[in-house]
T-cell receptor
Framework: NAGVTQTPKFRVLKTGQSMTLLCAQD?????MYWYRQDPGMGLRLIHY???????AKGEVPDGYNVSRLKKQNFLLGLESAAPSQTSVYFC?????????????FGSGTRLTVV | SQQGEEDPQALSIQEGENATMNCSYK?????LQWYRQNSGRGLVHLIL?????REKHSGRLRVTLDTSKKSSSLLITASRAADTASYFC???????????FGKGTMLLVSP
């Protein structure tokens, strides 16, 4: 009964470092999403995927890359971290793009870039 | 932006009282959803209301939708301290392939 699992849960990076956030879902969902949540800004979509091997840009894609090599995994990469990327990152998945059954979210990754 | 806007931004009530949150949006939608986020956790789907529905109930939750006013409300009856959380509306709008989330209402229920 795992749902959506995000790793790591916390990370501190130095400016310019790179890292990959991993999202795994066990519900056989086609759609997966990466959001960032900042105070007063709500949830903003970074990238999403409509199926294995596909990716698409969301509202705030700059500075991030993603890959969906396997249906159950969706990776978010930061090539050269900047302080502006300090945020809480959430992964979500759904059976349809507009979430007829709702989106299932992971518990988040709190990233600090110093 | 299609982003929904919740109102109020913050709400503080006593246990046993009802809590009402509102969501306004800009363009036509297929459905509208409400989510809850407990502090430090991910969002949890609460309820979905379709554009052809006017009201929907789930336990202590009541959601209304007025497409002519492009607004929705979430009512939590007989609030409990455990209802303390942020509540977000999300819209499935025509022409958009993903949900768009609002900025949320922070609800504090005091014992």
């Amino acid at each position: 009964n795992a749902g959506v699992t995000q790793t790591p849960k916390f990370r501190v990076l130095k400016t310019g470092q790179s890292m990959t956030l991993l999202c795994a879902q066990d519900m056989n969902h086609e759609y997966m999403y990466w959001y960032r949540q900042d105070p007063g800004m709500g949830l903003r979509l970074i990238h999403y995927s409509v199926g294995e091997g596909t990716t698409a840009k969301g509202e705030v894609p700059d500075g991030y890359n993603v890959s969906r090599l396997k249906k159950q995994n969706f990776l978010l990469g930061l090539e050269s971290a900047a302080p502006s990327q300090t945020s809480v990152y959430f992964c979500a998945s759904s059976s349809s793009g507009t979430g007829r059954d709702g989106y299932t979210f992971g518990s988040g990754t709190r990233l600090t870039v110093v | 932006s299609q982003q929904g806007e919740e109102d109020p931004q913050a709400l503080s009530i006593q246990e046993g009282e009802n809590a009402t949150m509102n969501c306004s949006y800009k363009t036509s939608i297929n459905n509208l959803q409400w989510y809850r986020q407990n502090s430090g956790r991910g969002l949890v789907h609460l309820i979905l209301i379709r554009s052809n529905e006017r009201e929907k109930h789930s336990g202590r939750l009541r959601v209304t939708l007025d497409t002519s006013k492009k607004s929705s409300s979430l009512l939590i009856t007989a609030s409990r301290a455990a209802d303390t959380a942020s509540y977000f509306c999300a819209t499935d709008a025509f022409g958009y392939s993903t949900l768009t989330f609002g900025k949320g209402t922070m609800l504090l229920v005091s014992p």
